[in-house]
């Protein structure tokens, strides 16, 4: 019994295994590193926010955490980062793509300049972080990669015109990765979270000024309770374990998926 207990707890382990984190300087990324280094992965913290990823490095206590500033919009940048992580460390086991940036505006009130960086970091930036992952997962006969969606991305919600797009293009990008980097032994999963409160997530009830608006915070939490069949908003933890999972042996016959993470709720 306790050998299966064991083999079962073992599958959700990442004990000698390197992952890479993007956008660990805040949010969800800062929550995965500090479960992944719970579950054992030595972690390489990815994000612009170099202060961020240090305070995220504290958190994951022992866990060897290099710190890496990259901007992943930047091709270039984002493949040098695989050749470092492999030189490095000689192995890379697991890619979590939760970097990103949220715009909330409707279609007419869109700002070309914002709305070309929300593409190039959200939508391409997984896309350059899937294509290096896996170029050097294909020469160490495989691995994980697991990029973050949203509930947007496959739903209709108001405002959240050109992020949703972007998202509905990660959905894409995880199961054409999936089809194409299957035959190489490496998984492409996609977690799709509802309303997290993080920093990105705070734009929903920050007035004109950017200043929390007490009013406006407590109205889109009693809105998230009432649309989730189970009552509750999300914690960042709750998407941290959908992370874990995919990038994980428990998930070893999984690949292609878009898991929702909204408490049953239909979107975010
Ligand atoms: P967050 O707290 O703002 O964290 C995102 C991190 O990514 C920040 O540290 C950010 O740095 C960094 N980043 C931005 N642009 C980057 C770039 N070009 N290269 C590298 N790092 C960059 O947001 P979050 O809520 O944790 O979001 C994480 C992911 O979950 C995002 O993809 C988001 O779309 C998705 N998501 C979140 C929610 C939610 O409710 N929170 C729901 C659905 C999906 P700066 O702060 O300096 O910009």
Not at 4 to 17: E, K, P, Q, S, V
Not at 154 to 173: D, E, F, H, R, W
Not at 176 to 186: F, K, M
Not at 207 to 235: C, F, K, N, T, Y
Request: proline share 3%; with cysteine.
């Amino acid at each position: 019994m306790d050998d299966d207990m064991n083999r079962t707890m073992r599958a959700f382990r990442l004990d000698g295994r390197v992952a890479v984190i993007t956008g660990a300087g805040s949010g969800l990324g800062r929550e995965a590193a500090r479960v992944f280094a719970e579950a054992g992965a030595s972690l390489v913290l990815v994000d612009i926010d170099t202060d961020g990823m240090e305070r995220t490095a504290v958190l994951c206590n022992d866990a060897a955490a290099t710190i890496e500033t990259v901007d992943i919009s930047d091709r270039g940048a984002v493949d040098d980062l695989a050749d470092r992580v492999i030189a490095a460390a000689g192995r890379l086991d697991a890619w979590i793509n939760c970097a990103g940036i949220g715009y909330m505006h409707p279609l007419f009130a869109t700002d070309a300049e914002r709305a070309a960086k929300v593409v190039a970091v959200n939508m391409m930036g997984a896309f350059w972080c899937c294509a290096a992952a896996g170029r050097v997962m294909r020469e160490r006969g495989g691995g994980a990669i697991v990029n973050i969606s949203s509930g947007g991305g496959s739903a209709p919600v108001p405002g959240v015109s050109i992020y949703g797009m972007t998202k509905a293009g990660v959905n894409s990008l995880t199961w054409t990765s999936a089809a194409e980097l299957g035959p190489y032994g490496i998984r492409v999963n996609a977690v799709a979270p509802g309303w997290i409160e993080t920093p990105m997530s705070s734009l929903m009830y920050r007035d004109e000024r950017g200043e929390v608006d007490p009013a406006r915070r407590q109205a889109l939490i009693d809105h998230m309770e009432q649309v989730s069949p189970l009552g509750i908003i999300g914690e960042p933890a709750d998407i941290a374990y959908a992370l874990l999972y995919f990038a994980s042996d428990a998930a070893r016959f999984i690949t292609g998926q878009v898991l929702n993470v909204t408490g049953g709720a239909a979107h975010g």
